[in-house]
């Protein structure tokens, strides 16, 4: 019995699952525009062959989104773009498959430049030997994940090395609001850097980058670490660019 209830369970998971992404996507896509109205949940379970009550979660976390006002016994309206959770990996990942993704990306990373060069001066200022250490461990697992491992192995261990890096960047500021804004942005950007990944580039570009963050940091020089980020947020940037022509081409 156990083993059934823990079956059912997990199929109602991923119907869960398959029923919010298609609806995310019409509505981040431009199908379901701001100010439609949403079917009620018996309409949204019988359009997934699912029960009223996955439907009901899926309305839910829709609200929890931002993406819908739920007024129960009445209709489910999309909200306007800009009171969307905008951080949120879903929404991003919706966004991410349409037409709009090199835009997308663009205002993301201009949030990161906005935040993290800024961030990289007062890492300087003000960071503790231990916090340094951390950022030494972090660049070096970011070494180690280039020159031992390979494919996705390694895609995955670099790209989780990279990300620690920026937060323990962000954490030796000593400010937690930023740190836990930050933290929001990097957990919807995660499944977007591999877009702008570029492997063969890390030895010469990506890891002598962050080292000359951490040198900056490590000598407490504020102006070398922005300047120092700024550089390496200008290569992610080209990246981009590159990223946004070729989805051109394949359009």
Excluded at 25 to 50: H, K, Q, S, Y
Excluded at 220 to 241: C, F, G, I, K, W
Aim: proline share 4%; with cysteine.
């Amino acid at each position: 019995m156990t083993a059934k209830l823990s079956h059912d369970s997990i199929s109602q998971v991923r119907l869960h699952r398959e029923a919010l992404t298609e609806i995310v996507a019409e509505i981040v896509g431009g199908a379901i525009a701001p100010g439609d109205r949403l079917p009620n949940e018996t309409g949204v379970a019988e359009r997934f062959d699912v029960s009223r009550g996955v439907a009901r979660e899926c309305l839910r976390a829709l609200e929890e989104r931002g993406l819908v006002t739920v007024r129960h016994g009445s209709a489910t309206t999309v909200r306007p773009r800009e009171e969307w959770d905008l951080f949120d990996p879903d929404i991003l990942a919706a966004g991410l498959a349409g037409p709009a993704a090199a835009k997308i990306l663009g205002d993301y990373l201009e949030c990161r430049r906005i935040v993290e060069i800024a961030a990289a001066g007062l890492a300087a200022e003000r960071a503790t030997s231990a916090q340094v250490a951390g950022l030494a461990d972090r660049l070096a697992e970011m070494v180690e994940a280039v020159e031992r491992l390979k494919g996705r192995e390694q895609e995955r261990a670099y790209h989780l090395a990279d990300v620690a890096f920026h937060r323990s960047l962000i954490e030796a500021t000593g400010n937690l609001p930023l740190a836990s804004l930050v933290r929001r942005i990097d957990d919807a950007l995660l499944a977007a850097r591999y877009p702008l990944a570029r492997p063969a580039y890390r030895r010469q570009r990506a890891i002598p980058e962050h080292a000359a963050i951490l040198r900056a940091v490590e000598a407490h020089d504020a102006d070398a670490a922005r300047a120092a980020m700024e550089a390496h947020l200008a290569t992610v940037e080209r990246y981009l660019q590159e990223h946004a022509r070729r989805l051109a081409r394949a359009a």
